[in-house]
C-alpha cells in the first residue's frame, strides 16, 4: 500500500511535467560516489519514459584539478575562478568532453537511456566571449582588472540543436566549453551554462545539484522556499555564503531569463531528483519569481 500511495502521489507532478523541459546540473559528490551515479542515472532515464525532457549539463572542477595534478600543471586561481591558460584549456576540455562526459552517457545509456554527449561547440551549442573579471578596491580606486585567460561566458544558446534532440527522443548531456567568434574555445561555470540553457529553453525546471541540503539561513536551518526579492535580500545582508551565493545568482537570472522554477538540492541524497520533483514534501530549497 505504501508503494501505491507514492506512485499516487506521483501522478499530478507526471501530469504536470509531461512533454515539459527540465535541466540539470549535475557535480559534486553526485558525481563521484558509483552508488549516486547509478541513481542519477535511473532517474534521467524514468523521466525521459515518462514523457518529461532532461537536459544534463555537467561540471567536472575535481576532476580537472586531478589532472593537472598528474601533469604536473599546478592550478591557478582567481577568486574562486580558474585562471585557464591555453595548456590548461586543453586538459580541461580533454577532462570534461572526453572523460566525464562520455561516462555520464555511458550510464545513462546501460540503464535504457538514449544519451549524446555535447559540448558547447558542438552545431555552435554555446557561443561564448571572454569573461571580464573585475576586483573591487575602494571608492576612490579603479577596479582590478583580473586576467582568467581562456575563462569564457555565455553569449548565445543555439535552442534549436537542443530541440532537435528533443524531437528525436534523445537525452543531451552537455560539457560546459564554449566556442568564441573565432573559433576560440572558453572554460565556462556549469552552474552559468545550466541557468542560461533553461532562461533560453523556458524550462520548467532548473535544479542544481549541490552537496549540502539547499540555502541555509544564518542559523544553519533550511529555507525550503525563496522569491528573487528574498534571495537578492539575502545576499545583500550576508545570509549566503561562500559557493551559495553563485548558485541562487544563477537560480534568479535563469528565473528572469525564462525559466519557471528553480530548485537547489541535495546530491547526496540518492534519487534526489525524484524525490524533489514527483513528491509532495520535495527536498532542498525551491526558488521562484513570486509567490
Given amino acids: 500500500m505504501e508503494k501505491a500511495r507514492l506512485l499516487v502521489e506521483a501522478l499530478p507532478y507526471i501530469r504536470r511535467f509531461y512533454q515539459t523541459t527540465l535541466v540539470i546540473k549535475y557535480g559534486g559528490h553526485a558525481m563521484v560516489a558509483d552508488d549516486l551515479k547509478e541513481s542519477f542515472a535511473q532517474d534521467i532515464v524514468l523521466m525521459k519514459y515518462i ?14 584539478s586531478e589532472m593537472l595534478t598528474r601533469l604536473g600543471i599546478k592550478s591557478q586561481f582567481r577568486d574562486g575562478m580558474r585562471v585557464t591558460d591555453p595548456e590548461t584549456m586543453d586538459i580541461v576540455e580533454m577532462v570534461l568532453t572526453g572523460k566525464i562526459n562520455k561516462e555520464i552517457v555511458s550510464f545513462i545509456n546501460r540503464h535504457g537511456g538514449q544519451a549524446i554527449g555535447l559540448s558547447g ?45 528533443e524531437r528525436s527522443n534523445m537525452i543531451p548531456v552537455i560539457a560546459p566549453v564554449g566556442v568564441g567568434q573565432n573559433g576560440e574555445t572558453y572554460n565556462i561555470n556549469a552552474d552559468l551554462v545550466a541557468g542560461r540553457i533553461a532562461g533560453a529553453l523556458q ?64 546530491g547526496r541524497v540518492a534519487h534526489a531528483i525524484l524525490l524533489e520533483i514527483f513528491t509532495d514534501a520535495g527536498i532542498g530549497t525551491e526558488i521562484v519569481k513570486e509567490r
Fill in 51 to 64: 514523457g518529461i525532457n532532461p537536459i544534463v549539463v555537467h561540471g567536472g572542477g575535481p576532476q580537472i
Fill in 121 to 165: 561547440k558542438d552545431g555552435q551549442l554555446i557561443e561564448a566571449r571572454k569573461l571580464h573579471a573585475y576586483r573591487y578596491q575602494g571608492d576612490d580606486q579603479p577596479p582590478e582588472i583580473i586576467d582568467l585567460g581562456l575563462v569564457g561566458e555565455v553569449q548565445r544558446i543555439n535552442v534549436e540543436v537542443l530541440r532537435t534532440l
Fill in 203 to 266: 524550462a520548467k525546471k532548473l535544479l542544481l545539484m549541490t552537496d549540502v541540503p539547499g540555502v541555509l539561513d544564518s542559523d544553519g536551518q533550511l529555507i525550503p522556499s525563496m522569491t528573487i526579492a528574498e534571495a537578492a535580500d539575502a545576499m545583500q545582508h550576508g545570509t549566503l555564503r561562500g559557493g551559495m551565493i553563485p548558485k541562487v545568482q544563477c537560480a534568479v537570472e535563469a528565473l528572469q531569463e525564462g525559466a519557471e522554477k528553480v530548485h537547489i538540492v541535495d
